[in-house]
């Protein structure tokens, strides 16, 4: 089992509509985690990150996190176009520093 | 600076040929870290540092790979005699740590090595 897992889709939204993107993580020591878009040949950028239970709003995006469930998932209300792109779920485990990925999930918007 | 800085952004080499990489953090950043991406997003942690110490090495293949972190200097990444496997692009992000909380890390937009 993959320490974070994501699907790897393609998902497919249609411009307006919320995209729903979901990882589950297997480390219970895990204690942040991290979203990252990545666009085709360019360098992964952070979106949003979330430490504690519940959920973390910033403009369109949402984080939530449910440690009980060992599940991180980012909503992104109003999808443009502009948002397709993989979306990469990220854990740090406590002491270690390092990320751990999951595989990406590629998201596309429909105009 | 503001953001992380990489060079080159390709790097061509034969195979057996070496290959060098570097890595500028964000000012103030006391973590660096280098990541390889490889085909189909697959990320893999090869090393990181606290300022100029190793903090974790677990991902370095380390009869080939080497890195470094000297004051005032750019971070490195050596790879002796490449292969053919180690095409991929070499990330290095940065972030700052304190009191055992995790900050976020920022990646520089990545050197993409093909070794031929």
């Known amino acids: 089992q993959k320490e974070v897992e994501q699907n790897s889709g393609p998902l497919s939204v249609p411009e307006g509509a919320i995209a729903s993107l979901n990882c589950t993580y297997s480390?219970?020591?895990?204690?942040?985690f991290f979203w990252y878009r990545q666009y085709s040949g360019k360098s992964p950028e952070l979106i949003m990150f979330?430490?504690?239970?519940g959920d973390k709003e910033d403009g369109r995006f949402t984080a939530q996190l449910n440690k009980a469930s060992q599940y991180v998932s980012l909503l992104i209300r109003d999808s443009q176009p502009s948002d397709s792109a993989t979306y990469l779920c990220?854990?740090?485990?406590?002491?270690?520093?390092?990320?751990?990925f999951g595989q990406g999930t590629r998201l596309t918007i429909n105009p | 600076g503001e953001e992380v800085a990489q060079t080159p952004k390709h790097l061509v080499r034969g195979e057996g040929q070496k290959a060098k990489l570097y890595c500028a953090p964000i000012?103030?950043?006391?973590?660096v870290f280098w990541y390889q991406q490889v085909l189909k997003n697959e990320f893999k942690f090869l090393i990181s540092?606290?300022?100029?110490?190793?903090?974790?090495e677990t991902g370095m293949p380390k009869e080939r790979f080497s890195a470094k972190c000297l004051p005032n200097s750019p971070c490195s990444l050596e790879i002796q005699a490449t292969k053919l496997e180690d095409s991929a692009v070499y990330f290095c992000?940065?972030?700052?740590?304190?009191?055992?909380?995790?900050?976020?890390?920022?990646f520089g937009p990545g050197t993409r090595l093909t070794v031929t």
């Open positions: 990220a854990a740090v485990i406590q002491g270690a520093q390092k990320l751990v």
């Open positions: 979330i430490y504690s239970n």
């Open positions: 480390d219970r020591g895990s204690q942040s």
């Open positions: 000012k103030g950043h006391s973590y």
């Open positions: 540092f606290q300022n100029e110490n190793v903090f974790d």
């Open positions: 992000a940065s972030s700052q740590v304190m009191a055992g909380m995790t900050y976020e890390q920022y």
